[in-house]
Structures are given as C-alpha cells and as structure tokens.
C-alpha cells in the first residue's frame, strides 16, 4: 500500500534473498508486529548462520520450538542475549531500540563495522528530538543507525525507542543495515 511504499524494495529484496517469506497467500502484512523468535530468523539467514543445536540457555526456548535453532545460532554469534532471569521472551515483539541493538550487532558480526566503532557514536549527536529518552544500553546503537541513514524512512524528526517494529520497518533496517 501507499503507506508501506517505502519499505517495498526492502521487502523484494529480503524475500528475493530467502531471507523472508511472507505470511502465506503472497501476503507479507507490512503493518504486523515482528515477535524476537521471527526477528532472530531473520537475522540469522540475513547473516548466513546456519541453525545451532539448541543447548537449553532459556527457560522459554524448548528445542523443539522452531525458533530454537535461529535462537542459539544468535546468541552463539552474539546478536542477541536474553532477559535477566534466564529467559529470551520469543513470543514478545519487539521494541526500535531493540532492533537498533539487534541490527548493529549484526553489522559487527558481519564485520561492516568494530563494536569499539559503534561505541564512539553518542546520543548527544543525534537530531531526534526524543534521543533523551534512548536507553544507555541502546544509545551506541541507535546513534550509529541514525548516522548510517538506517532510519530514514521510518524515523525522521523523533526515535520513538519503545515503539514496536512493524514488518515493513523490520525489512527497511535490516536491508539497510546489511544489504545497503
């Protein structure tokens, strides 16, 4: 749809790759959230990980789930860790300033940037008018996105860090965090 137009080549592109296929029927459901069991997948193929034998490190992740393949794959390449107390919470969707985490791990992981490069970029810089309200843990992050032009088309005057990633945003910042 119009409202979804900028998130259309990402989506060709991602889907092009393998990397997502949709919710059946050649629909993709642009305006749908993303849990993190989904935005581990994709994640995973985006940076061509194989699945990982599941070693039980959470208390919500069964090795029969089909996510628990991409969940270990994750963690063993360090793009994601889970919640204190044990758990990865796969069913939850997820947050931008999680994405924005997620997204520049797997920039480091891919080797198209250091973590010691990520850490220089601060939210003093930012031109979000909301980058007070970043989390510390996510600032590094969001920051280097933002300088990247990751979030162009999705976040333009203010960040919204608690907001949830809808599918059409999840395509545009993994695509241009990886593939641009």
């Known amino acids: 749809t119009e409202e979804f137009a900028y998130a259309e080549m990402a989506i060709k592109e991602l889907a092009k790759k393998g990397i997502i296929n949709g919710m059946g029927g050649g629909i993709y459901a642009p305006q749908g ?12 193929e985006s940076l061509g990980h194989q699945e990982a034998e599941y070693k039980g ?31 990865f919470n796969p069913d939850q969707v997820i947050s931008r300033q999680e994405m924005a985490v997620v997204a520049a791990r797997g ?16 939210m003093e810089k930012s031109d ?6 970043v ?4 600032a590094n992050e969001v920051a280097w996105l933002e300088a990247q ?12 860090p608690f907001r949830t990633v809808n599918r059409a945003e999840a395509a545009v910042i993994v ?6």
Do not use: C, H
């Open 107 to 122: 920039a480091i992981d891919s080797g198209m940037v250091t973590a010691e490069m990520v850490e220089k970029f601060v």
């Open 175 to 180: 695509f241009n965090t990886l593939f641009k």
């Open 57 to 87: 490190g959470f208390s919500d992740v069964n090795a029969s789930d089909w996510f628990a393949g991409y969940v270990q794959a994750a963690v063993d390449a360090g793009i994601f860790i889970g919640y204190p107390g044990g758990t």
């Open 135 to 138: 989390p510390v843990w996510a």
């Open 149 to 160: 032009g990751v979030f162009a088309e999705i976040a333009v005057e203010t960040f919204e």
């Open 33 to 44: 959230n993303l849990t993190r069991a989904q935005i581990t997948k994709i994640m995973v």
């Open 128 to 133: 979000y008018a909301d980058k007070a309200v």
